[in-house]
């Protein structure tokens, strides 16, 4: 449930001003596939410095003169290992054509860059021009109870990286977790989820915070776990409990605990 890892990675969100959901740019994408276990993925979006801003969002579709553009390219790798022959059709009973299944992968790198002369440096009142950085992805099911199966046992990470000092609040993070999917013998479809989020400050943001007073920033970290009760294909209900250490990274907040849960309905 944490946006930390339920979404993009937030250093690549934030310190580059890049578009997600609500916050509306307009974009463009290419995506090719020289193989059906590769891809490779180019992209262009707008951005400008109140690209988080409410009243820019909605249906204001404007393109002004002082916007800029971001740059992504990204190569993915989606291999299943350990392939055996299974059958299998669309309404998921036995088929005669027999296909080979394995333990599912999805990989991927991708970096950033942006010309735009617009982003906020800490500590000064000039705007820099140009950011860039680096991002990684990586699932991995280890475990499956049939070939072709979902139920079983999947690690996943993520990292990104964006080293410039003077705009990125935090310069590197990444995330780690595992779930189980039909832990309990008589629910197949449930999740069982753990994850870890973890990011440290970047010296010019933890400078400019500590000369406020309030402390020096050098880390956060949230840990979380969670168990997706399936109820139908289109329902279910997910119980979460997250532990925050370190909150905003001075020490001065006592860790914390958040009780929660999320309600999803596909229609």
């Known amino acids: 449930m944490n946006n930390g890892i339920d979404g993009n990675i937030p250093n690549v969100l934030f310190e580059t001003q890049f578009s997600a959901y609500p916050f509306a740019t307009w974009a463009e994408r290419l995506r090719y596939h020289p193989t059906p276990e590769f891809n490779l993925q180019f992209g262009v979006f707008q951005t400008w410095d109140r690209i988080f801003q409410r009243s820019t969002n909605g249906l204001d579709w404007g393109i002004r003169g002082g916007d800029g553009v971001m740059m992504l390219a990204q190569i993915g790798w989606t291999p299943e290992f350990f392939k055996k022959s299974v059958r299998v059709a669309s309404d998921g009973k036995s088929a005669a054509t027999p296909q080979m299944k394995g333990l599912p992968g999805h990989y991927w790198i991708g970096g950033s860059y942006s010309p735009w002369k617009g982003y906020a440096q800490f500590g000064s009142t000039e705007k820099a021009?140009?950011?860039?950085?680096?991002?990684?992805?990586?699932?991995?099911?280890?475990?499956q109870v049939a070939p072709g199966c979902e139920q079983g046992f999947t690690l996943f990470f993520d990292t990104g990286y964006y080293p410039q000092d003077n705009i990125s609040i935090m310069p590197w993070q990444f995330n780690v977790g595992a779930f189980y999917t039909g832990l309990l013998p008589?629910?197949?479809?449930?999740?069982?989820?753990?994850?870890?989020?973890?990011?440290?400050?970047?010296?010019?943001?933890?400078?400019?915070?500590?000369?406020?007073?309030?402390?020096?920033?050098?880390?956060?970290?949230v840990l979380e776990f969670g168990y997706r009760i399936q109820f139908t294909k289109f329902a279910y209900l997910q119980p979460d409990l997250q532990y925050v250490s370190?909150?905003?990274?001075?020490?001065?907040?006592?860790?914390?605990?958040?009780?929660?849960a999320q309600l999803g309905l596909s229609f």
């Open 129 to 143: 021009s140009g950011s860039y950085g680096f991002y990684l992805h990586a699932d991995q099911m280890l475990y």
């Open 246 to 260: 370190h909150p905003s990274g001075t020490g001065r907040i006592p860790d914390a605990v958040v009780v929660g």
């Open 186 to 221: 008589s629910r197949t479809n449930d999740k069982t989820i753990a994850g870890l989020i973890y990011g440290e400050f970047g010296g010019d943001y933890a400078s400019t915070i500590q000369a406020s007073g309030i402390g020096r920033p050098e880390h956060e970290a």
